[in-house]
């Protein structure tokens, strides 16, 4: 469990090829069943990792696990929207900056 800008979350550890699965299989049952078109991909910046995590490969950047949560979006990407994007060059997919206060 993380803190998070919405409160509290749970993070999935996408270096895990069954948990990707599993958070996939959800998605295209809520895709199929409500006829949604897109989604939008929030929250994959290693910022939101507890500061003492492991994950199911180890890693030797934090920021490759950004990576492996921008590969679970890979099969929604027609219209999905996406926040993080390490090593991201080669995925055609909507790539938005964090959100900016302004003051």
């Given at each position: 469990?993380?803190?998070?800008w919405?409160g509290?979350?749970?993070?999935?550890?996408?270096?895990?090829p069954?948990a990707?699965?599993?958070?996939?299989?959800?998605l295209?049952?809520?895709?199929?069943?409500?006829?949604?078109?897109?989604?939008?991909?929030?929250?994959?910046?290693?910022?939101?990792?507890?500061?003492?995590?492991?994950?199911?490969?180890?890693?030797?950047?934090?920021?490759?696990?950004?990576?492996?949560?921008?590969?679970?979006?890979?099969?929604?990407?027609?219209?999905?929207?996406?926040?993080?994007?390490?090593q991201?060059q080669?995925?055609?997919?909507?790539?938005?900056?964090?959100?900016r206060?302004s003051?």
């Open positions: 469990m993380v803190e998070w919405n509290i979350g749970a993070i999935l550890d996408f270096t895990n069954a990707r699965d599993w958070f996939q299989s959800h295209r049952q809520l895709r199929h069943k409500y006829g949604i078109s897109s989604f939008k991909f929030d929250a994959g910046e290693t910022s939101y990792l507890p500061k003492q995590f492991s994950t199911f490969r180890p890693l030797s950047d934090p920021s490759i696990w950004s990576r492996r949560y921008t590969e679970m979006a890979i099969p929604f990407y027609e219209l999905a929207e996406v926040r993080v994007g390490y991201s080669n995925i055609s997919c909507f790539f938005r900056i964090i959100d206060d003051i």
